[in-house]
């Protein structure tokens, strides 16, 4: 069967139980995921329950219900398939949609995947998307999250906008007028709430010399250009609101002097999502931020909240979620500067740190690939931290960044063989992958990924070592 047929037969077994329950992951992907399949399953008069997990795990299976309704793992499940059976879920009770490398197993539980055929651009809430919409026509209202899970989980990274089937939402989107398509805009975090300068000074693709990293530096940058960044009613623009042919003088101005300084331009620019329909400088305004708004819910154990503002809540969730995404920014900021000030340690080809038992598992990551722009950005970042709640146990988490990939680094690969080699279990991208493993084989575990690395830059003939 191909990719499509999986579709149609996905929507077609949905549509015939009565009762489900969602399982879904805590991150952005798996957060609008859930949104997506949870309403449109609600539309087709089916009554779901939504369970979120932190990863699909022995002890994390005990909240899957051993009840009648049909499980539905989203954004989880297709590498975790023994996990399943083990747990005694048969074929007929199961539908998996994911995006993730897939485990053999001797139960053929039914999967919707877009992974084995080559669509390694579409995030789980993307696949849900298209189900949804096979379900019914209706459901490409939903689009905006499918955009949200797809960018929140960087498949519009590496190729700078959405393509494929991902882009297909996109202008599922953008037809109905939900989703606003700039192409070729600047490539940025934080265009609809941060001054210009503060944006562009904490962005590091591209790195761009004495600018990124250089907060007064880009404003005697934009300074010099002439250009108005303030409005008499409503203050410091932010970079949605500054007129089209000032946005375009900037870039080019950027542009400069990226090629003064010898590197290319191509990074420079990227395809943003914006979402007219909600508020402006609100993180709810474009793809990438509202996916931040949605992680730091999921992170900071609170998944249904995010899943509420997918479904529109726009007063209580919202609210506790600005509250978590202000605490989040707050605590992920404390840890970028431990890091930077405690030091990491080098390896011939990755950097590691641990932070003991300070900051909580699920943020370690992202304050890890955020320290990586102020570190040596062409070694992985592995970070180490303690887990409380289980304190045989170590989570590791890993960072690189595109132009490392493109030398034909895989963190997935990496981390997933040295974990499983010493007892763990992990697993991601090739940009950004996780572990768990047992404490006692930490020092191993770095031993044999910084070997792991080493061997990838030898297959790829890089000549980078
Ligand atoms: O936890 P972290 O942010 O480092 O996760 C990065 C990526 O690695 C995510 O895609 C996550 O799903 C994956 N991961 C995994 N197994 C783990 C931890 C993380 O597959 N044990």
């Known amino acids: 069967m191909g990719f499509w047929e999986d579709v149609r037969a996905a929507a077609q077994e949905l549509s015939s139980h009565p009762d489900a329950t969602i399982i879904s992951h805590i991150d952005a992907d798996g957060i609008s995921g859930e949104a997506i399949l949870a309403q449109a399953l609600a539309r087709e008069g089916i009554r779901t329950t939504s369970v979120f997990v932190r990863q699909l795990e022995p002890l994390t299976m005990r909240q899957v219900p051993r009840d009648d309704s049909f499980k539905i793992f989203c954004d989880l499940g297709a590498g975790q398939q023994n996990l399943l059976e083990e747990h005694g879920l048969s074929n007929e009770e199961v539908l998996i949609i994911d995006h993730h490398v897939s485990q053999d197993c001797g139960t053929a539980y039914q999967q919707v995947n877009c992974l084995p055929y080559g669509h390694t651009k579409l995030s789980a809430a993307g696949v849900a998307y298209l189900v949804a919409r096979e379900l019914d026509a209706s459901n490409a209202d939903l689009a905006p999250l499918a955009v949200i899970g797809n960018v929140g989980d960087m498949m519009a990274r590496e190729d700078c906008g959405l393509i494929g089937p991902a882009r ?43 600018i990124s990293n250089n907060a007064p530096g880009a404003m005697k940058f934009l300074q010099r250009l ?19 042919e ?71 969730a919202y609210r506790q979620a600005e509250h978590m995404l202000t605490n989040h920014r707050a605590v992920i900021r404390e840890l970028l500067l431990y890091i930077l000030e405690t030091g990491v340690t080098e390896l011939s080809h990755l950097q590691f740190i641990h932070v003991g038992d300070r900051y ?49 680094i895989d963190l997935q690969q990496a981390i997933a063989e040295a974990s499983s080699a010493l007892g763990g279990a992990g697993g991601g991208h090739r940009i950004a992958a996780g572990a768990y493993i047992p ?27």
């Open 168 to 210: 297909e939402i996109a202008r599922d989107g953008a037809s109905q007028g939900l989703i606003e398509i700039r192409e070729r805009d600047l490539n940025c975090y934080g265009i609809s709430t941060r001054p210009l300068h503060v944006c562009l000074s904490y962005n590091d693709d591209p790195f761009i010399p004495g």
């Open 226 to 244: 002439g250009i108005p960044l303030r409005d008499p009613v409503k203050g410091t623009l932010v970079w949605e609101e500054i007129p089209d």
């Open 246 to 316: 000032h946005r375009k003088r900037i870039t080019s101005a950027l542009a400069q002097q990226l090629l003064a300084h010898g590197e290319g331009i191509s990074r420079l620019f990227a395809e943003s999502y914006i979402f007219p329909g909600e508020p402006e400088r609100t993180p709810l305004r474009n793809a990438q931020e509202f996916a931040t708004l949605l992680n730091s819910c999921g992170r900071w154990s609170r998944p249904s909240v995010g899943g509420s503002i997918c479904r529109g809540d726009r007063g209580t």
């Open 360 to 408: 909580p598992d699920t943020i370690v990551g992202i304050g890890a690939g955020m320290a990586l722009s102020k570190l040596n950005m062409d070694k992985p970042i592995l970070i180490m931290v303690e887990q409380p709640q289980d304190p045989g146990l170590t989570k590791v988490s890993m960072r690189t960044t595109e132009r490392v990939v493109g030398w034909g």
């Open 439 to 465: 404490r006692e084989s930490e020092q191993e575990f770095v031993r044999r990924v910084n070997e792991l690395l080493s061997g990838q830059y030898a297959e790829a003939g890089a000549g980078h070592r």
